[in-house]
């Protein structure tokens, strides 16, 4: 098992962030990467009761390893309930019985939008990307998203190149018209810091910011101007106990 | 009754060129030899359906069998992007492609409507993203409560393939682990293909187990390894290194070829 040292990278720091977001949930649905590294985490530290769900179908999967893909093996074998595809959507995320959901994104604006679709014009793309998946669903119905994606200009945009999945709309209001079940996009995780939406604009603002990271360095990396909360708090760093478990966890 | 058939005789009798062909698999049981095997025997101008086109569709795709796409996650899970699929819709190689793209929802309900022979499903998505402009997708009201919802067009391709532990004699197929689309595509297609890892003489009931009966199924294949470099589970392992390996190689076009040339096309039997 590795010791935790002082010297703690921004990829661990947003990841142990992001695990102690779990600290009171219940279920979690989580892709693969970042996100489920930190709910196998949080299942180890900070809340063993966690229920994770992959979109794989594969409910209350206990994996010991951090998978590389939604539907290796271990998820399948330690789960609860393995469903079906349709049965997943149709049954699990639409009806709103999941509390967490991890989303990425190659851009997200001011309102918690997301794009994972193209950049450039969508008939002749810059770049394709992999597209929806299951984020404009999870995103409508879960019961809150968090959103962990790295900070930098190129994702944190101005104006999206395409709404994949809906977060705050274009303001108050936006997911109530659309009939959305969910709260939406409640936190956006990043390397730099936390943004959250402040209440009456749905805009996303600095709430929090990670030990040794100046503001004006959050600001450069985000395409808007960004709003900074008057309470900005630092990061409560990452205990030995989080790094220790996360590095053991890597070395798996 | 499905047929017993060997899967080269499956592929000639079953898949024609310009058929919809949906492989499905959702990051388990993707039926690798038969998408394989396609491809050896020159299928031409397909269009190809799936929730996930996963290296089995790039592997398509590069080599230039498609000219159409519907899919909802194009993607290499957990590694990046699909570097021939990028490239045919980026800069038209081999050949152009169409593309219909659908979020996970509305393609598994889709395969859904399909199996129940339903025009289109009724669901919750879809709403206030760019993709109600870019796809078949229409907004309903419900009748009774009046909530807003969208409809999906039922998904009914010629030709279904998925992969499976196991079979009987009869044909009866038994699938367990991840169970993603494979049932509905089944039952939604005209025709459909079953690869199975083995032939055996009972099933024997799994936990979680989905048994397709034979008389639904218009052939089944025996493909040991047929899934790889997915698995199959309890059978053998997801090859994860193959994926990361496909990432690095695929995205220069010789690369790719000559990949393609000595693994796929002079290849009797792949395993990959």
Same mark, same amino acid.
């Given at each position: 098992?590795?010791?935790?040292?002082?010297?703690?990278?921004?990829?661990?720091?947003?990841?142990?962030?992001?695990?102690?977001?779990?600290?009171?949930?219940?279920?979690?649905?989580?892709?693969?990467?970042?996100?489920?590294?930190?709910?196998?985490?949080?299942?180890?530290?900070?809340?063993?009761?966690?229920?994770?769900?992959?979109?794989?179908?594969?409910?209350?999967?206990?994996?010991?390893?951090?998978?590389?893909?939604? $539907?290796? %093996?271990?998820? *399948?074998?330690?789960? &609860?309930?393995? /469903?079906?595809? +349709? @049965?997943?959507?149709?049954?699990?995320?639409?009806?709103?019985?999941?509390?967490?959901?991890?989303?990425?994104?190659?851009?997200?604006?001011?309102?918690?939008?997301?794009?994972?679709?193209?950049?450039?014009?969508?008939?002749?793309?810059?770049?394709?990307?992999?597209?929806?998946?299951?984020?404009?669903?999870?995103?409508?119905?879960?019961?809150?998203?968090?959103?962990?994606?790295?900070?930098?200009?190129?994702?944190?945009?101005?104006?999206?190149?395409?709404?994949?999945?809906?977060?705050?709309?274009?303001?108050?209001?936006?997911?109530?018209?659309?009939?959305?079940? $969910?709260? %939406?996009?409640? *936190?956006?995780?990043? &390397?730099?810091? /936390?943004?959250? +939406? @402040?209440?009456?604009?749905?805009?996303?603002?600095?709430?929090?910011?990670?030990?040794?990271?100046?503001?004006?360095?959050?600001?450069?990396?985000?395409?808007?101007?960004?709003?900074?909360?008057?309470?900005?708090?630092?990061?409560?760093?990452?205990?030995?106990?989080?790094?220790?478990?996360?590095?053991?966890?890597?070395?798996? | 009754?499905?047929?017993?058939?060997?899967?080269?005789?499956?592929?000639?009798?079953?898949?024609?060129?310009?058929?919809?062909?949906?492989?499905?698999?959702?990051?388990?049981?993707?039926?690798?030899?038969?998408?394989?095997?396609?491809?050896?025997?020159?299928?031409?101008?397909?269009?190809?359906?799936?929730?996930?086109?996963?290296?089995?569709?790039?592997?398509?795709?590069?080599?230039?069998?498609?000219?159409?796409?519907?899919?909802?996650?194009?993607?290499?899970?957990?590694?990046?992007?699909?570097?021939?699929?990028?490239?045919?819709?980026?800069?038209?190689?081999?050949?152009?492609?169409?593309?219909?793209?659908?979020?996970?929802?509305?393609?598994?309900?889709?395969?859904?409507?399909?199996?129940?022979?339903?025009?289109?499903?009724?669901?919750?998505?879809?709403?206030?993203?760019?993709?109600?402009?870019?796809?078949?997708?229409?907004?309903?009201?419900?009748?009774?409560?009046?909530?807003?919802?969208?409809?999906?067009?039922?998904?009914?391709?010629?030709?279904?393939?998925?992969?499976?532990?196991?079979?009987?004699?009869?044909?009866?197929?038994?699938?367990?682990?991840?169970?993603?689309?494979?049932?509905?595509?089944?039952?939604?297609?005209?025709?459909?293909?079953?690869?199975?890892?083995?032939?055996?003489?009972?099933?024997?009931?799994?936990?979680?187990?989905?048994?397709?009966?034979?008389?639904?199924?218009?052939?089944?294949?025996?493909?040991?390894?047929?899934?790889?470099?997915?698995?199959?589970?309890?059978?053998?392992?997801?090859?994860?290194?193959?994926?990361?390996?496909?990432?690095?190689?695929?995205?220069?076009?010789?690369?790719?070829?000559?990949?393609?040339?000595?693994?796929?096309?002079?290849?009797?039997?792949?395993?990959?």
């Amino acid at each position: 098992m590795s010791v935790a040292t002082p010297d703690v990278t921004a990829g661990e720091t947003q990841t142990i962030v992001a695990a102690r977001r779990l600290r009171d949930t219940k279920t979690v649905f989580i892709g693969v990467g970042r996100p489920s590294t930190a709910a196998i985490l949080a299942r180890m530290v900070h809340n063993p009761d966690l229920i994770l769900v992959y979109e794989s179908g594969t409910i209350g999967a206990k994996p010991f390893h951090i998978p590389l893909s939604i $539907g290796d %093996g271990e998820l *399948a074998h330690t789960a &609860d309930s393995v /469903v079906t595809v +349709p @049965e997943m959507f149709n049954y699990w995320i639409g009806p709103g019985r999941i509390d967490v959901a991890f989303l990425g994104a190659a851009q997200i604006d001011k309102h918690a939008n997301l794009n994972s679709t193209v950049i450039g014009e969508y008939e002749h793309p810059k770049t394709r990307l992999p597209g929806a998946g299951g984020a404009p669903e999870i995103a409508a119905s879960c019961g809150e998203v968090i959103v962990v994606a790295p900070h930098a200009k190129r994702t944190f945009v101005e104006k999206l190149d395409f709404v994949t999945t809906v977060g705050h709309g274009d303001g108050p209001g936006s997911r109530e018209r659309l009939g959305f079940r $969910g709260r %939406g996009p409640t *936190a956006v995780i990043t &390397d730099l810091g /936390v943004l959250e +939406p @402040e209440p009456g604009t749905c805009e996303l603002r600095l709430t929090e910011i990670h030990p040794g990271v100046e503001v004006d360095k959050v600001r450069e990396e985000t395409g808007w101007d960004l709003k900074v909360a008057e309470d900005l708090t630092t990061t409560e760093p990452p205990t030995d106990e989080e790094l220790s478990a996360l590095r053991e966890l890597l070395d798996r | 009754m499905a047929d017993l058939m060997t899967l080269s005789d499956a592929i000639a009798e079953l898949v024609s060129d310009g058929d919809s062909v949906a492989l499905e698999g959702f990051t388990h049981l993707i039926p690798f030899a038969a998408g394989h095997e396609i491809i050896r025997q020159g299928r031409q101008d397909l269009e190809l359906i799936r929730m996930t086109p996963d290296l089995v569709y790039d592997q398509m795709i590069g080599m230039g069998i498609a000219r159409r796409l519907v899919f909802s996650y194009g993607g290499n899970p957990g590694v990046g992007g699909l570097h021939r699929f990028r490239d045919a819709i980026e800069h038209d190689w081999p050949r152009a492609i169409e593309i219909e793209e659908h979020s996970h929802a509305g393609m598994a309900n889709r395969y859904a409507a399909g199996a129940a022979d339903m025009p289109c499903a009724v669901m919750r998505g879809y709403i206030g993203t760019d993709l109600m402009a870019h796809t078949t997708v229409a907004p309903i009201t419900c009748p009774f409560t009046g909530e807003r919802l969208v409809a999906v067009p039922a998904l009914r391709p010629d030709v279904a393939i998925v992969h499976a532990q196991e079979a009987d004699r009869e044909g009866n197929v038994q699938l367990w682990g991840i169970p993603g689309v494979q049932k509905e595509a089944v039952l939604a297609s005209q025709r459909s293909l079953v690869t199975v890892e083995r032939i055996v003489d009972e099933l024997e009931p799994r936990p979680g187990g989905i048994v397709i009966p034979a008389w639904v199924i218009s052939a089944v294949a025996e493909a040991p390894g047929g899934s790889r470099p997915s698995y199959s589970l309890d059978i053998t392992d997801r090859d994860n290194d193959f994926y990361r390996f496909w990432d690095k190689m695929s995205r220069d076009r010789d690369q790719f070829t000559r990949w393609m040339s000595e693994n796929v096309l002079g290849n009797e039997v792949s395993n990959r």
